[in-house]
Every structure is written in C-alpha cells, then in structure tokens.
C-alpha cells in the first residue's frame, strides 16, 4: 500500500539522506522516497509487517518528524523565515557590526567605548544585542544539537556548531576583558578587546537566515506547478435537476449527472455533450492554442473552458477520477520521483556532515600545532562549518525535475517519474505504431473489387463478419455498409484470429475476412500488388473454396507526423515504423513521411520482441503506440509514449503520454528531458565545486603561500549564496522553447 507523511525538520540533502536511511532499513518498506524539496515521505508499505506508528519511529529515531499526509488535526507550521523576523535581525547585526568594526572603516563612536578601560561596555552591548538574533533563530540550535546527539548531523548543526563556537569564544573573551579590568592587566584586556566574536555569531545566523528567505521565495515558485494546475479545477457547478439549475459543489457530481456549462465558464467535469454546439478552449490540457467545437456526442474534459455557446453536458466520471485531477498526479507522483542521476549526490549527502565536522576539528587542531592562535584556529574551523553547503547537492535534483514536468504540461505533455525524464535524453531509436500513431487511425473504404458475386453482398457479408470486432479497419467497412442502409446476416462461431483476421459461419456456410497471413487461396496478385503500392490496406473476403472479393482501405498520414519526422532527423534519432500491413503498404506510407526502415507484417504479440531486439543490439528505445495491441511494448522500451487518444490500456503502460495526436510532440519531450538533465549537471557540478573549492580555502590552505583565508561572515554569505544559485539556475527551465523542423 504506497504511505505518505509530511516531515518536519528536513534542511537540507543530509536530511534527506538520513530520513531516506531510516526508513529503507524496515521491513515492509520498499519504493521508498524522500522529497527535500517538499518535505515529503514516499514508500510502498506492507501492512502485514510495517504500520504507520513504525515509519514515524523510525524517523522519530533519525531526529525528525513524520505526519501522515491529509491529517486535518495538525496545524500547520509557521514560516522559519518571516520577514519581519528577518528585518529586525538584519539591524541587530548592523548595530553590532557597528560597535565592533565601526572604528576599523572610520565610524565615530562615543570615546568611552574606545577606550580599553571600558571596553567590557562594548563587548556587553554587542552581546546584548545578539540575544535577540540568537533568539529568533533559536531553531538552529534546537534541531542542529538534536541531530548531532542523534548522531545524524545536518545543515542546522553545522550552523549551530558555526555560530555557537563563537558565541562561547566572544563570552570568554568578555570574561577575560572583565578579569583584566579587575587585575588591571592591560595586555590581557588589549588582546581579547580584538577578538570578541559576537559580530560573526550575528552575522552568520543572520545571513544564512537571509538566504533561507530567498531560497525558500525561490523554491516556492518550483512548486506553483501543482497549486496553478489546482487552479484549473472549477470549485462548483451547474445542475439540471428537475429542470432546474441548482450550483453545488463539483465534489457532489454523480456520474450520470446532467450539466449546464455556460460560455466563459470552466467544464466542471469530463463529460458528454448532449445538448448545444460550442468552441472550447483545450489549451491547459493538450497545449494546443486553437478551440476544438463541441457538438451533440463530443466528449469534454475538466478544466477547459467553454467559449462562446451554452453545452448541456452528462458526467461521465466523479471529480475524483477526471483527466485534470489524473494530470495533477502524475506531476505530483513525477516531482517526487528521483532520477538515477541523483544517486551520486544522495550517497555523498549521508556522510557529507559528519566529513566536515570532521575536517573543522582536524584544521582546527592542524593550525594551532601550526600558529600556536587559538582565535586564527577557531576562525578556520567555523569558516569550514558555515561555508559547507549540503543544501545545494540535495536541492540540483527536484528542483529541475520539478519544473521540467511542469513545463511538459504546458505542452500537453505527461512525464510519469524523473527517471524517464532522465532517459529520454538519452533516446536515439523510436519505434513507431503506424495506425493511430502515424496516421489518422480512421482509415476509408477505397475500393471494392468482387469475384463471383455483386459489391452488395459482399459488403453485406463483410458487414456481418465485422460488426464483431472493434478492429479499425472494422469500424471503416461498417460505417460504410451502414450509410448504403446495407442489414446484416446473423453469425454464429465468430472468432478473432489475432493479427491474421476474422472468421465465422453464415448459412452453414463459414467466411473469412484477413490479409495475406490468412489466406490460402489463389488470388489476383496483380490487382493487390497494384492497391498495395498506392499505400493502400487490403483485406480478403473468401471461403474455404474462393476468393470473394477485396476491400482496400486508406488510412490518412498526420501533416503532424511528416513534421516530427524530420525533427527526429535533426535530432540524430532514428525512427523505425511496425505495422501489421505488409511491406508494400508499408514502404508506401514510409516513404510518405520520410521513415527509411519498416518492419512490416508484426503481428501484436511480436511487437514487444521487436523492442526487445532493438534494445538488444544496444539501442535506447522510445516505442509510440497508442492501443492495446502496443501496451506491452511499450512497457518492454526503455520510454514508453502513449498518444492521448489511445486506450487506457496504452496510457497506463506507458510513462510518457501526449495529451493530443500530435507525434512532434515526442520531439518536444526529448528536447525537454536534454534541457532538464543538462541544467541538473550543471546544478550538480556546481555543488560539487562549491564545496570541493571552498572547503579548503577556509581551511586555510592559501593562507602560507597568499595570506588568503575567508572570513566567517563571507562564507556564511557564500552557503546561502550556493543554494539560491541552484533554485535560479533550474527556473530557467521555464525559458524553455521547443524547437522546430
């Protein structure tokens, strides 16, 4: 059963990690996942073995809390980072900064404070001052030292560490001023007068709770995906009840419920048109800027927006299940995803913490072997406790993942989970289902050819025969015999020869409709050869004895398809077409839309091993389909893609689905994924670097040969710095625009 809580307490990737530790160690736990970005718990749960009250041990016991998600009991948490909070933090430290560094830049102060007599007013005042600032970001200590005593350390110890180092040097140092005056030991008073630390303690609690304020500002844009599509979601209704129209809710629509949506107004639900002709605007779902009309018959989705006529619309489905509320899922299942290409960074994250706090202590104890200077030692330690930055490694991920989905909607475009975003970067063979993928799915009855008996009598036997299957090319042959007012004979023994055709008994007498697969008799090659070669599909209608006649049916390329085509070329993918048809057809349509290799005559049961072959030979497949004959196919591929109009089936196999019929699309989702991943390399080798160049550096390790070292409050400004910089660089994503033929 999948589980899901909110957690409290996580900062940064170490967070994450240790939850993600805790958790996956149960037994009974498994698809376990930890979002940093939305402080959510993920996991599939056995619930012979492992209970709610278990998983919120477990991360109880790494240091944090977990609330199961939807429990309308728990309040929700203040914002850490109010910017009232903020503001009055920000003139503590100036007025602290002021004592303490004033006289070093040429700022008066009163000469009492100058003078070394009194210079315990200065070191009081600025200590006074911190109180408050120490105070509002009390959080820091809190959950810092719990993690540390938990032995789970994170982003908030290495702060509280930081920045509580120097609250107990600069008291100290107080004390000793306070002792000097008293012993009147001037030396003891001049030393430590310099080496009160309260402005760095100030500075940086003030300054990485100035970049969480940013950051968060900028995280909160990432998820807007998920509140702007809740926006779609009309809040109320109305009903025709008794010829009435009543608003109500649209949490309280029953299927079967009878609609009045009026122009300008959103469709409440997915539904039926049953009365009333108007333009609706689809945009939000499909991405496709022009209306669609809507008559007696069309189906509605919710969400879209009825424009200029009144529709009287039966619902089809509860709000629960519509196709907005299903969109809404999968980017919200797709954002809590990780992409393979994280792994790196959430095994480094475990350790990351415990590695600095390991590094402070060791320079810390190198420099005063070295230096023989307590407060030169103690700077070096902090600067590395404060300058680290686990928070970026474990915000590069979920952030560009977060938006790439987002952006995908806005081109109708459905991406299951960040791992297939991650691989369809990496797509360089897409195989292709022609019918209803490449071409319209609708094929038309072209041509009739007849032997031994008149066209009406064989439509009206096809007719007979095929009423029985949903086959498309079923569909064609009887909309035809139907609009010639054509009856049919009554069948018994129907079968479905699975990919071959169809078969069943008339008049004692039994029939058979397929292609060459089938067939076992004689027939006029010349005249097929001839119908194939113009693209047609053909189908035989015979006995055990003869031949009857021929059908030939057409089946309309998408303009779309012949676009997407050459895309694919540009995007050095190759593109393979399967079709049941035969290989005559088959070029025929190929060479139409530009497709060079055809595997033609595949049966339904072949498809998935022709993936499989692909795959094989080293390929990173994508397979496009769009029926059922396509879901394990498209299951087998390294992508599967799914065409919106396809069956469930197909769209429930499938981790990539297009909201509307257009193959380019599939271009756009790999233009996409290269986009996403490229800006969490970037994001990665940034973090990466980040922390690799500067760790050192507030080591100390330039100061020998440069004098170069980083002060506390400069890398404390460097850490927030780090975290924005990946939270800007993955909104960029929203910039994107698809590229065209």
């Given at each position: 059963?999948?589980?899901?809580?909110?957690?409290?307490?996580?900062?940064?990737?170490?967070?994450?990690?240790?939850?993600?530790?805790?958790?996956?160690?149960?037994?009974?736990?498994?698809?376990?996942?930890?979002?940093?970005?939305?402080?959510?718990?993920?996991?599939?749960?056995?619930?012979?073995?492992?209970?709610?009250?278990?998983?919120?041990?477990?991360?109880?016991?790494?240091?944090?809390?977990?609330?199961?998600?939807?429990?309308?009991?728990?309040?929700?948490?203040?914002?850490?980072?109010?910017?009232?909070?903020?503001?009055?933090?920000?003139?503590?430290?100036?007025?602290?900064?002021?004592?303490?560094?004033?006289?070093?830049?040429?700022?008066?102060?009163?000469?009492?404070?100058?003078?070394?007599?009194?210079?315990?007013?200065?070191?009081?005042?600025?200590?006074?001052?911190?109180?408050?600032?120490?105070?509002?970001?009390?959080?820091?200590?809190?959950?810092?030292?719990?993690?540390?005593?938990?032995?789970?350390?994170?982003?908030?110890?290495?702060?509280?560490?930081?920045?509580?180092?120097?609250?107990?040097?600069?008291?100290?140092?107080?004390?000793?001023?306070?002792?000097?005056?008293?012993?009147?030991?001037?030396?003891?008073?001049?030393?430590?007068?310099?080496?009160?630390?309260?402005?760095?303690?100030?500075?940086?609690?003030?300054?990485?709770?100035?970049?969480?304020?940013?950051?968060?500002?900028?995280?909160?844009?990432?998820?807007?995906?998920?509140?702007?599509?809740?926006?779609?979601?009309?809040?109320?209704?109305?009903?025709?009840?008794?010829?009435?129209?009543?608003?109500?809710?649209?949490?309280?629509?029953?299927?079967?419920?009878?609609?009045?949506?009026?122009?300008?107004?959103?469709?409440?639900?997915?539904?039926?048109?049953?009365?009333?002709?108007?333009?609706?605007?689809?945009?939000?779902?499909?991405?496709?800027?022009?209306?669609?009309?809507?008559?007696?018959?069309?189906?509605?989705?919710?969400?879209?927006?009825?424009?200029?006529?009144?529709?009287?619309?039966?619902?089809?489905?509860?709000?629960?299940?519509?196709?907005?509320?299903?969109?809404?899922?999968?980017?919200?299942?797709?954002?809590?995803?990780?992409?393979?290409?994280?792994?790196?960074?959430?095994?480094?994250?475990?350790?990351?913490?415990?590695?600095?706090?390991?590094?402070?202590?060791?320079?810390?104890?190198?420099?005063?072997?070295?230096?023989?200077?307590?407060?030169?030692?103690?700077?070096?330690?902090?600067?590395?406790?404060?300058?680290?930055?686990?928070?970026?490694?474990?915000?590069?991920?979920?952030?560009?993942?977060?938006?790439?989905?987002?952006?995908?909607?806005?081109y109708g475009i459905l991406i299951k989970s960040g791992e297939s975003l991650e691989t369809l970067h990496k797509v360089n063979t897409i195989i292709l289902d022609k019918t209803g993928t490449i071409t319209y799915g609708k094929p038309h009855v072209t041509d009739i050819i007849t032997y031994h008996i008149d066209e009406e009598e064989l439509l009206k036997i096809a007719y007979s025969l095929e009423k029985n299957s949903e086959h498309p090319l079923s569909y064609s042959i009887n909309q035809l015999a139907i609009s010639k007012e054509i009856t049919?004979?009554?069948?018994?023994?129907?079968?479905?020869?699975?990919?071959?055709?169809?078969?069943?008994?008339?008049?004692?007498?039994?029939?058979?409709?397929?292609?060459?697969?089938?067939?076992?008799?004689?027939?006029?090659?010349?005249?097929?050869?001839?119908?194939?070669?113009?693209?047609?599909?053909?189908?035989?209608?015979?006995?055990?004895?003869?031949?009857?006649?021929?059908?030939?049916?057409?089946?309309?390329?998408?303009?779309?398809?012949?676009?997407?085509?050459?895309?694919?070329?540009?995007?050095?993918?190759?593109?393979?077409?399967?079709?049941?048809?035969?290989?005559?057809?088959?070029?025929?349509?190929?060479?139409?839309?530009?497709?060079?290799?055809?595997?033609?005559?595949?049966?339904?049961?072949?498809?998935?091993?022709?993936?499989?072959?692909?795959?094989?030979?080293?390929?990173?497949?994508?397979?496009?389909?769009?029926?059922?004959?396509?879901?394990?196919?498209?299951?087998?591929?390294?992508?599967?893609?799914?065409?919106?109009?396809?069956?469930?089936?197909?769209?429930?196999?499938?981790?990539?689905?297009?909201?509307?019929?257009?193959?380019?699309?599939?271009?756009?989702?790999?233009?996409?994924?290269?986009?996403?991943?490229?800006?969490?390399?970037?994001?990665?080798?940034?973090?990466?670097?980040?922390?690799?160049?500067?760790?050192?550096?507030?080591?100390?390790?330039?100061?020998?040969?440069?004098?170069?070292?980083?002060?506390?409050?400069?890398?404390?400004?460097?850490?927030?710095?780090?975290?924005?910089?990946?939270?800007?660089?993955?909104?960029?994503?929203?910039?994107?625009?698809?590229?065209?033929?």
């Amino acid at each position: 059963m999948k589980k899901k809580f909110d957690i409290k307490g996580m900062t940064c990737a170490s967070c994450q990690a240790h939850v993600f530790n805790a958790v996956s160690k149960l037994d009974g736990a498994s698809n376990v996942n930890v979002n940093l970005l939305k402080n959510t718990l993920e996991l599939d749960c056995d619930e012979s073995k492992l209970n709610d009250n278990d998983i919120i041990k477990s991360v109880d016991n790494a240091g944090y809390k977990a609330i199961p998600s939807g429990r309308k009991d728990v309040k929700k948490e203040e914002k850490d980072y109010k910017l009232q909070k903020l503001i009055f933090a920000l003139v503590d430290m100036f007025i602290i900064m002021y004592f303490s560094m004033g006289p070093m830049i040429g700022l008066p102060l009163p000469l009492i404070f100058e003078n070394h007599q009194y210079a315990y007013l200065n070191g009081l005042i600025q200590f006074i001052f911190l109180i408050p600032i120490i105070i509002l970001n009390k959080h820091y200590f809190i959950n810092g030292l719990k993690r540390l005593f938990k032995f789970s350390p994170n982003m908030d110890s290495l702060i509280a560490l930081g920045s509580g180092a120097s609250l107990v040097y600069g008291i100290f140092a107080l004390i000793m001023i306070i002792i000097g005056i008293q012993t009147q030991n001037m030396a003891l008073i001049e030393r430590y007068h310099m080496e009160l630390y309260f402005e760095s303690a100030g500075m940086i609690l003030t300054l990485v709770s100035l970049g969480k304020y940013f950051e968060n500002r900028s995280k909160r844009k990432t998820t807007q995906a998920i509140t702007k599509l809740l926006d779609l979601t009309p809040k109320m209704a109305l009903l025709l009840k008794d010829n009435i129209e009543v608003e109500i809710n649209v949490d309280d629509i029953k299927v079967g419920d009878v609609l009045i949506v009026k122009p300008g107004t959103s469709i409440p639900i997915d539904g039926k048109v049953i009365d009333g002709m108007s333009s609706v605007d689809e945009s939000t779902l499909t991405g496709e800027s022009m209306p669609v009309l809507k008559k007696i018959g069309s189906l509605v989705k919710s969400g879209t927006t009825n424009i200029n006529g009144i529709l009287k619309i039966e619902a089809t489905c509860e709000s629960n299940d519509t196709t907005l509320q299903k969109i809404i899922d999968l980017v919200d299942v797709a954002s809590n995803s990780k992409a393979p290409i994280a792994r790196l960074a959430d095994k480094i994250s475990l350790y990351f913490v415990p590695a600095v706090i390991g590094i402070a202590i060791v320079t810390f104890i190198v420099w005063i072997l070295i230096s023989h200077d307590f407060e030169f030692s103690l700077a070096r330690a902090i600067s590395i406790l404060v300058i680290s930055c686990p928070c970026a490694l474990g915000l590069a991920t979920p952030v560009a993942i977060m938006v790439g989905t987002y952006k995908a909607v806005n081109y109708g475009i459905l991406i299951k989970s960040g791992e297939s975003l991650e691989t369809l970067h990496k797509v360089n063979t897409i195989i292709l289902d022609k019918t209803g993928t490449i071409t319209y799915g609708k094929p038309h009855v072209t041509d009739i050819i007849t032997y031994h008996i008149d066209e009406e009598e064989l439509l009206k036997i096809a007719y007979s025969l095929e009423k029985n299957s949903e086959h498309p090319l079923s569909y064609s042959i009887n909309q035809l015999a139907i609009s010639k007012e054509i009856t049919s004979y009554e069948v018994k023994h129907f079968e479905n020869i699975l990919g071959k055709g169809i078969k069943g008994v008339i008049h004692d007498q039994e029939y058979f409709i397929g292609n060459t697969s089938l067939i076992n008799q004689e027939y006029d090659l010349k005249r097929y050869q001839e119908l194939s070669n113009r693209g047609k599909t053909v189908i035989f209608v015979f006995t055990n004895r003869e031949v009857l006649g021929m059908i030939a049916l057409k089946d309309e390329v998408k303009p779309s398809t012949i676009d997407a085509i050459e895309m694919f070329k540009k995007l050095e993918v190759e593109t393979i077409m399967l079709t049941g048809d035969n290989e005559d057809t088959a070029k025929v349509i190929a060479e139409e839309c530009g497709i060079t290799k055809v595997i033609a005559k595949v049966l339904p049961e072949q498809k998935a091993k022709v993936v499989e072959e692909v795959k094989a030979s080293g390929k990173i497949v994508a397979m496009v389909g769009d029926g059922i004959n396509d879901s394990v196919a498209l299951t087998m591929a390294n992508v599967g893609i799914a065409m919106g109009s396809g069956t469930d089936v197909a769209i429930e196999s499938a981790e990539v689905v297009l909201m509307k019929d257009d193959l380019s699309e599939v271009a756009t989702a790999i233009q996409l994924s290269k986009k996403v991943i490229a800006n969490i390399k970037m994001n990665l080798f940034w973090a990466f670097f980040y922390n690799i160049l500067f760790i050192p550096i507030a080591a100390g390790v330039l100061y020998a040969p440069f004098h170069i070292t980083l002060s506390p409050m400069i890398c404390a400004l460097a850490m927030s710095l780090s975290s924005i910089c990946v939270v800007l660089n993955a909104l960029r994503i929203n910039n994107f625009k698809k590229e065209k033929k």
